[in-house]
């Protein structure tokens, strides 16, 4: 029977039961941590799974999990009746230094602690979300499963879904399309990647907004594009001064309902100045209308795909923000003429999406939930936009400058006279607040500085406690920089 953990193994493995990352994940990288700084020396036993779950109060399943992680890394071997042990001939120094297997850096994957603090952004309302019928509807969907769905499905994406997204987008956004042109993706970022590798050769020219959406610029340049930064101004993306600095671009990569950071719209002189580029240049657009159905003042704004008369627009959207990211599911209108290369692409580069998932999507917009979730979601984001901007205007006075939100999941706050709001990000860090820094979304174009805010998961009664606790990180008042 192996021997109860030392006291110094069980600090090691203390467990936080309150984190968003899941127990065995804990487990696993504590054990794989205590192996790499020297506190399990190579050829050291480790307890049995049975009693260090006893230990640690939980599941045996949970440790078990965790040491089949290791095993499978080579950290540590069992030996039958003789225990488990850390592997004797591994160098402790090459799991600080990072030089691990491939299958080592993607195991060890979690979500990080501060994911699901207040002022993250991105995040649709989580509590928000029907799971009930969700769930009732993933389950109809498995009981319909049958042969042909055992098999391999469409890369195009769902018949039902296809279908389904394009009479949503007639709807709600304006763009009569057939559902051949529509492609089911792996979220936004894959739409993107789908229409890189159509128009945009290794080594183009591409537009890009500045400040823009990070993740996008970072995808752009891992592709060898050659990024176009272009500043972006009360009316959106500057087309005159894309135009005459950068002509010979080949597609510009653009947010035009809600410009991602600002917030700002494309003006419409700025859109059909847009269109005419492209279809003058032979050129292409990728419209980005991330969180298009989260407008809270007036009308909301146009898609561009809907006035594009000459088809130039590739049109991406992401059920991320509407639904919620895990689901990991998104769309691309392809222009009619690149449909049939569209389909090679999607052949070349995956077997499909999982079609259980797709299948309870379709039969959520089919059955009007869609429609339904998002004029709740409507609603509830404005009280809640509303309530915490009150609350910040409540704790700062004329301290913030924060513009009334029309649309979005983020408020955009700015603090005169304070430090770098990356200084800011770190004191509000310090108070389990996760906004982020305005000026770490800029390139070459200077956006100034502020911090963006999630509201979507505030809800409105808390809006006066984490108002005050940004308040209390940034008490000290301006400093030099963090």
Excluded at 268 to 285: F, G, Y
Aim: hydrophobic share 45%; proline share 7%.
């Amino acid at each position: 029977m192996s021997a109860p953990p030392t006291p110094s193994l069980l600090d090691a493995l203390r467990l936080e039961t309150a984190s968003a990352q899941p127990l065995q994940d804990q487990v696993y990288q504590r054990i794989r941590e205590a192996i790499a700084d020297g506190r399990l020396a190579p050829g050291e036993r480790l307890p049995s799974t049975r009693s260090l779950a006893a230990q640690l109060n939980v599941a045996r399943g949970t440790v078990d999990a965790a040491y089949g992680r290791l095993a499978g890394e080579g950290c540590i071997l069992g030996r039958g009746a003789a225990g488990t042990v850390v592997a004797p001939d591994l160098k402790p120094g090459s799991l600080m230094q990072g030089a691990t297997p491939a299958i080592a850096r993607a195991a060890a994957f979690t979500l990080p602690d501060d994911y699901l603090w207040p002022f993250r952004g991105g995040l649709p309302a989580l509590d928000l979300f029907p799971r009930t019928l969700w769930a009732s509807l993933t389950a109809s969907a498995a009981r319909r499963l049958d042969a042909q769905r055992f098999c391999y499905p469409d890369p195009r994406g769902l018949p039902e879904l296809r279908a389904a997204i394009a009479a949503y987008l007639l709807v709600s956004r304006g763009i009569a399309c057939d559902p051949a042109q529509v492609f089911v993706t792996a979220g936004y970022q894959a739409a993107q990647q789908l229409v890189v590798g159509l128009v945009a050769p290794s080594g183009a020219e591409v537009w890009f907004e500045d400040p823009g959406y990070r993740f996008a610029r970072r995808a752009l340049e891992a592709a060898q594009l050659q990024l176009a930064f272009i500043p972006v101004d009360a009316a959106g993306l500057d087309v005159a001064y894309a135009r005459q600095h950068h002509p010979a671009a080949r597609l510009a990569v653009v947010t035009p309902g809600h410009q991602s950071p600002l917030g700002v719209a494309l003006s419409s002189q700025r859109r059909q100045a847009l269109l005419d580029w492209a279809q003058a240049a032979d050129a292409w657009v990728l419209e980005d209308d991330y969180d298009s159905e989260f407008h809270y003042v007036g009308r909301k704004p146009a898609a561009l795909k809907s006035i594009d008369r000459h088809d130039r627009v590739f049109y991406a959207g992401s059920f991320s923000k509407t639904l919620f990211p895990g689901l990991r599911l998104g769309y691309l209108v392809a222009p009619a003429a690149w449909v049939e290369a569209t389909t090679a692409a999607c052949e070349l580069s995956h077997r499909g999406h999982a079609q259980q998932e797709q299948a309870a999507l379709a039969a959520f917009m089919a059955g009007g939930h869609y429609a339904r979730h998002l004029r709740r979601m409507r609603l509830r984001y404005a009280e809640r936009s509303m309530a915490l901007t009150r609350a910040l205007q409540a704790e700062f006075g004329n301290g913030i400058a924060l513009a009334a939100p029309e649309g979005g999941l983020t408020l955009l706050a700015r603090f005169p006279g304070h430090e770098p709001d990356t200084g800011l990000v770190l004191r509000a860090r310090a108070q389990g607040l996760a906004p982020s820094a305005l000026s770490a979304h800029a390139v070459q174009h200077e956006a100034g500085q502020g911090l963006l805010i999630g509201f979507t998961n505030v809800r409105t009664e808390q809006a006066g406690e984490v108002a005050s606790r940004l308040r209390q990180a940034l008490r000290s008042g301006p400093s030099s920089g963090p």
